[in-house]
């Protein structure tokens, strides 16, 4: 571990040197990519840092009970007991900070919101997802653009896709995606039963044109008429977009913008990042199998977690972890959870390696 240790803080210099470099200052690419890596590295090369100076710290504590002074002496031996307990817990973080980065961890997010089985209800619960994580991004200072949203009469969202721009995004949603159930008792029902429904969560990684090129001869592209509110003229022009993947049958469409164009882009961003996951899981069937482990099976029919209102209770089913602050996490504090989470899945990747 000390040897990737010392690479990385080597690499670390390296990117420092470059990054004054100015050949690489009038190169933007190059400062960009330069940038960005030193960026990633530099957590890692602090808690070294930190980790080196504790190392030096035992030693030169550990001189101290050799010389004569006895008071002296015992209040080394105190102060090396501290430290030496701090040396684990250094080590366990940059374990963790070494296992190999996910390189769609810094990628924005495409959500996907679909309610499941429970008719009024379970679109009720996907607008309550929806709200969820759009009060997240937003302590994150991330943004949050519609794509396309199929909406009930009484506030449910039957389907939603979004756009999530931010820094280290995908990061942090990637064990969101899978089914969510909740449990309480609906506004109508007037015997006081609890109802139990469902949402299907999908979370996927943003592909840029650079990750993925599609061959617009592959692509149907037919144009229609925008159904529900929206304002003058939506309803009435051809702006909304439904395009069509030939090869993999993948279908999406967009029709919240009142121009065709920005319809079309939407769509492609959603086409983009689908593909991408398709190519990823073709391209390496190792991590594809990591990932369902993670977010359950392909058709993410796996129940993750279960919101229930009458105990103000909420619990992941992959950790364990049950916390009783339900209207909390609504609200967008879902720090604690994906933390938990974030912990969990390292471990067991850990354990593999």
Same mark, same amino acid.
Request: some cysteine; overall charge negative; aromatic content about 6%.
């Given at each position: 571990?000390? !040897?990737?240790?010392?690479?990385?803080?080597?690499?670390?210099?390296?990117?420092?040197?470059?990054?004054?470099?100015?050949?690489?200052?009038?190169?933007?690419?190059?400062?960009?990519?330069?940038?960005?890596?030193?960026s990633?590295?530099?957590?890692?090369?602090?808690?070294?840092?930190?980790?080196?100076?504790?190392?030096?710290?035992?030693?030169?504590?550990?001189?101290?009970?050799?010389?004569?002074?006895?008071?002296?002496?015992?209040?080394a031996?105190?102060?090396?007991?501290e430290?030496?307990k701090?040396?684990?817990?250094?080590?366990?973080?940059?374990?963790?900070?070494?296992?190999?980065?996910?390189?769609?961890?810094?990628?924005?997010?495409?959500?996907?919101?679909?309610?499941?089985?429970g &008719?009024?209800?379970?679109?009720?619960?996907?607008?309550?997802?929806?709200?969820?994580?759009?009060?997240?991004?937003?302590?994150?200072?991330?943004?949050?653009?519609?794509?396309?949203? $199929?909406?009930?009469?009484?506030?449910?969202?039957?389907?939603?896709?979004?756009?999530?721009?931010g820094? &280290?995004?995908?990061?942090?949603?990637?064990?969101?995606? &899978?089914?969510?159930?909740?449990?309480?008792?609906?506004?109508?029902?007037?015997?006081?039963?609890?109802?139990?429904?469902?949402?299907?969560?999908?979370?996927?990684?943003?592909a840029?044109?650079?990750?993925?090129?599609?061959? !617009?001869?592959?692509?149907?592209?037919?144009?229609?008429?925008?159904?529900?509110?929206?304002?003058?003229?939506?309803?009435?022009?051809?702006?909304?977009?439904?395009?069509?993947?030939?090869?993999?049958?993948?279908?999406?469409?967009?029709?919240?913008?009142?121009?065709?164009?920005? $319809?079309?882009?939407?769509?492609?961003?959603?086409?983009?990042?689908?593909?991408y996951?398709?190519?990823?899981?073709?391209?390496?069937?190792?991590?594809?199998?990591?990932?369902?482990?993670?977010?359950?099976?392909?058709?993410?029919?796996?129940?993750?977690?279960t919101?229930?209102?009458?105990?103000?209770?909420?619990?992941?089913?992959?950790? &364990?972890?049950?916390?009783?602050?339900?209207?909390?996490?609504?609200?967008?504090?879902? +720090?604690?959870m994906?933390? $938990?989470?974030?912990?969990?899945?390292?471990?067991?990747?850990l354990? +593999?390696?």
């Amino acid at each position: 571990m000390l !040897q990737k240790l010392q690479a990385l803080e080597h690499k670390y210099e390296e990117l420092n040197n470059l990054l004054s470099d100015p050949k690489v200052l009038s190169t933007p690419t190059d400062y960009q990519k330069y940038s960005r890596e030193h960026s990633e590295l530099q957590p890692i090369v602090e808690k070294i840092r930190e980790y080196k100076k504790l190392i030096v710290d035992i030693e030169s504590t550990e001189e101290l009970l050799s010389g004569n002074d006895a008071e002296m002496r015992e209040l080394a031996k105190a102060e090396l007991e501290e430290l030496k307990k701090k040396a684990p817990v250094f080590e366990e973080e940059l374990k963790f900070m070494l296992l190999p980065v996910d390189p769609r961890d810094a990628k924005s997010v495409i959500l996907e919101i679909r309610a499941g089985t429970g &008719g009024d209800e379970a679109a009720l619960f996907g607008a309550n997802l929806f709200r969820m994580y759009t009060k997240y991004a937003e302590s994150k200072r991330w943004k949050v653009e519609i794509i396309s949203m $199929n909406g009930t009469g009484i506030g449910g969202i039957k389907e939603v896709v979004a756009s999530i721009a931010g820094k &280290g995004a995908y990061s942090r949603l990637k064990y969101e995606s &899978g089914v969510h159930r909740v449990q309480r008792v609906p506004s109508t029902e007037a015997s006081g039963r609890i109802h139990t429904s469902a949402a299907t969560v999908a979370v996927l990684p943003e592909a840029e044109e650079v990750d993925i090129k599609i061959d !617009q001869k592959d692509l149907r592209i037919d144009t229609f008429c925008s159904s529900g509110a929206g304002g003058q003229s939506v309803n009435t022009t051809y702006s909304a977009v439904r395009i069509v993947h030939i090869p993999t049958n993948t279908v999406v469409q967009c029709q919240d913008e009142r121009s065709q164009t920005k $319809n079309r882009d939407k769509a492609m961003k959603v086409l983009r990042s689908r593909l991408y996951e398709i190519q990823l899981e073709e391209k390496d069937k190792e991590r594809a199998q990591e990932r369902k482990s993670q977010v359950g099976s392909g058709d993410r029919s796996e129940r993750i977690r279960t919101y229930n209102f009458p105990q103000n209770r909420i619990t992941d089913h992959r950790t &364990g972890l049950t916390l009783h602050k339900l209207e909390q996490v609504l609200e967008g504090n879902l +720090d604690e959870m994906i933390d $938990n989470l974030t912990t969990h899945f390292n471990s067991e990747r850990l354990k +593999d390696l």
